[in-house]
């Protein structure tokens, strides 16, 4: 079976190559293509995963490219994790928000629309192609912001493309740990759209175990989302938001400690894989993914007083690729899974239309994903969710057709961009910085 890997120079490949390592079954894949638009890029990674291969004698066969065409023919499975602009393009995203006094984080806000911008017309490109060289691959979307990209990439492929987050995963699997439960027993009830989700039962052999985490001030503190939001929140709520929901529920406090940090997320990691893009290697790849995943969020950490990650926090903090596995390993080989996915609506949330991509439990075999009915989110959630959902449907219009009236009415609309004012600042802002954005300007 042949993976083809698009943004294939990505820091993150080898963590999708070491769970491919670990896959010995029948039907497994033989062979990865690595295409990046960044030669350097895909040499540094390609040699990287010479090393892991070394001693595993079955290891898949690695390939690199920079022509997509190439990579695409003959792929059976299609992994999207582009990164328009890079880290520079990140980096700069959150500068110009924070000069404006809102947020930039890469998904969330003002910067999650600069991203999704310059994202949504290569991924629709790359469907197109995918459309026609192979129609019969499975892509699975890793591309941020995740559910706006495959919802994009949904309008040429329809169901043949699911999109993955690793964050819901990771928080099934705290609350399974503190509630001294088997993450592989327990059935999570979360519903939303890609990091903009709710935790709102985790049954374990038919009963609810929530209600006892949430009456339990102790075990409620223990873990990360209960040090973050606090614990008086999250028995307000009656759920266990995921834990990007922090940049609405305290906004003021997140964007002040991101304008005191001495440098964005997007820089700090622009500076970090720079060296190691520099010296490649394993172990220094190794070295940079364990700094990077301790650092994590720790503005908002710090904005929260809820100190560094713990370790068993750092265990169960999802992995991706272990996600995107299991979801291929479910359609290639009819092994029927549960995953919390990105797909189409369908009749899942009434509040939506069939068509909006959301994220919720799926039940996984040979034909794809399939959204289990959840039941109806609360008044609060719902208008969130709907809210950041025309949010969305305003840049793929944006992204699209060159509308700056629409681009600006996304930022304008958001939820944490409270000035139409400031939306046109930012998207002249964002339009200096990347010449890609250029038929947007006034």
Not at 33 to 39: I, M, R
Not at 248 to 274: D, I, K, P, S, W
Request: aromatic letters at 6%.
């Amino acid at each position: 079976m042949r993976l083809t890997i698009l943004g294939g120079g990505g820091f993150r490949v080898p963590l999708v190559y070491g769970a491919l390592l670990s896959d010995h079954a029948p039907g497994r894949v033989t062979e990865v293509t690595l295409y990046d638009v960044d030669a350097d890029r895909l040499k540094a990674v390609t040699g990287v995963l010479a090393q892991q291969a070394a001693d595993v004698p079955d290891a898949p066969a690695v390939h690199a490219t920079t022509d997509l065409d190439e990579a695409l023919r003959g792929s059976d499975f299609v992994f999207s994790a582009i990164r328009v602009g890079g880290l520079a393009g990140r980096a700069a995203d959150e500068r110009v928000a924070l000069e404006e006094g809102v947020l930039g984080q890469e998904t969330v806000g003002a910067g999650g629309i600069a991203y999704g911008l310059r994202t949504v017309p290569v991924a629709v490109h790359i469907a197109r192609r995918v459309a026609e060289l192979a129609p019969d691959a499975w892509v699975i979307n890793f591309t941020n912001p995740a559910g706006l990209v495959t919802e994009a990439m949904s309008r040429h492929l329809g169901d043949r493309v699911i999109g993955i987050c690793d964050s819901p995963v990771g928080l099934g699997r705290r609350v399974a740990r503190v509630l001294g439960a088997d993450p592989a027993d327990a059935w999570i009830d979360y519903v939303g759209l890609n990091h903009l989700g709710w935790l709102r039962g985790l049954r374990v052999h038919g009963r609810d175990e929530l209600p006892r985490l949430l009456a339990d001030e102790q075990l409620l503190g223990s873990f990360e989302e209960g040090r973050l939001f606090g614990t008086d929140w999250l028995r307000s709520l009656g759920a266990i938001p995921n834990e990007y929901l922090h940049y609405y529920y305290f906004n003021r406090e997140t964007v002040r400690a991101y304008r005191e940090a001495e440098r964005t997320r997007g820089a700090f990691l622009a500076e970090q894989q720079a060296a190691f893009y520099a010296d490649p290697s394993y172990a220094s790849w190794d070295r940079t993914r364990a700094e990077r995943e301790a650092t994590y969020m720790a503005d908002n950490r710090e904005a929260a007083g809820a100190g560094e990650r713990d370790a068993a926090d750092l265990e169960e903090s999802g992995g991706y690729e272990k996600v995107a596995l299991a979801l291929m390993r479910a359609i290639a080989r009819d092994e029927r899974a549960t995953l919390i996915l990105n797909v189409r609506n369908r009749r899942v949330l009434a509040a939506l239309d069939e068509d909006a991509v959301i994220e919720v439990p799926c039940l996984v075999d040979a034909n794809g994903a399939h959204p289990v009915a959840v039941d109806p989110l609360p008044g609060h959630a719902t208008g969130l969710v709907t809210s950041v959902k025309a949010v969305e449907r305003e840049v793929l219009t944006a992204a699209t057709t060159g509308s700056r009236a629409a681009a600006v009415k996304a930022f304008a609309l958001h939820p944490l961009v409270d000035s139409v004012t400031v939306a046109r600042r930012l998207l002249d802002g964002y339009v200096a910085e990347h010449p890609g954005l250029a038929a947007l300007r006034a």
